[in-house]
């Protein structure tokens, strides 16, 4: 008798885990989960109302390390402490000088600034291309030498 109560708990068990699963992803009118927010696209718009999970896309520059997978991120907009980890850097080097496009989700703690859990990150911009290019000097016709 035992082993039928067993399997029953556990297939009860299993379909309350599948019915949650497709509820959270539910996506249409009255979602209420994180893909119902819209994608936080600037530093500013990310601390005017931080919002726990909101996923964010922003482009900017890593400006300092602060901690072993803690940095500053800014943008045009504003500065917002961001974790990333070794694995989520490009194989080049990044600089202060390099913009990065990072995605991730939101995190907010009691007592605490928000910061963004960085998932990806790449290189915007190659460090070269942020400069303008200078001007190439038209050549100047030979000047035909005298006698």
Request: without cysteine.
């Given at each position: 008798?035992?082993?039928?109560?067993?399997?029953?708990?556990?297939?009860?068990?299993?379909?309350?885990?599948?019915?949650?699963?497709?509820?959270?992803?539910?996506?249409?009118?009255?979602?209420?989960?994180?893909?119902?927010?819209?994608?936080?696209?600037?530093?500013?718009?990310?601390?005017?109302?931080?919002?726990?999970?909101?996923?964010?896309?922003?482009?900017?520059?890593?400006?300092?390390?602060?901690?072993?997978?803690?940095?500053?991120?800014?943008?045009?907009?504003?500065r917002i402490?961001?974790?990333?980890d070794?694995e989520d850097?490009?194989?080049?080097?990044?600089?202060?000088?390099?913009?990065?496009?990072?995605?991730g989700?939101?995190?907010?703690?009691?007592?605490?600034?928000?910061?963004v859990?960085?998932?990806?990150?790449?290189v915007?911009?190659?460090p070269?291309?942020?400069?303008?290019?200078?001007?190439?000097?038209?050549?100047?016709?030979?000047?035909?030498?005298t006698?």
């Amino acid at each position: 008798m035992q082993p039928l109560r067993t399997q029953r708990m556990l297939a009860l068990l299993i379909a309350g885990l599948v019915a949650g699963n497709a509820a959270a992803q539910y996506t249409g009118p009255g979602a209420r989960g994180a893909a119902s927010r819209p994608v936080g696209r600037t530093v500013a718009e990310v601390l005017r109302s931080p919002v726990d999970d909101q996923k964010v896309e922003l482009t900017g520059t890593l400006l300092e390390q602060t901690g072993r997978e803690t940095f500053v991120f800014s943008d045009d907009t504003g500065r917002i402490t961001v974790e990333i980890d070794a694995e989520d850097f490009p194989a080049q080097p990044v600089g202060p000088e390099v913009r990065v496009q990072l995605s991730g989700e939101v995190e907010t703690r009691l007592l605490r600034e928000p910061r963004v859990e960085v998932e990806a990150l790449r290189v915007a911009q190659e460090p070269d291309a942020a400069r303008p290019a200078q001007p190439s000097q038209p050549e100047q016709p030979a000047q035909p030498a005298t006698p």
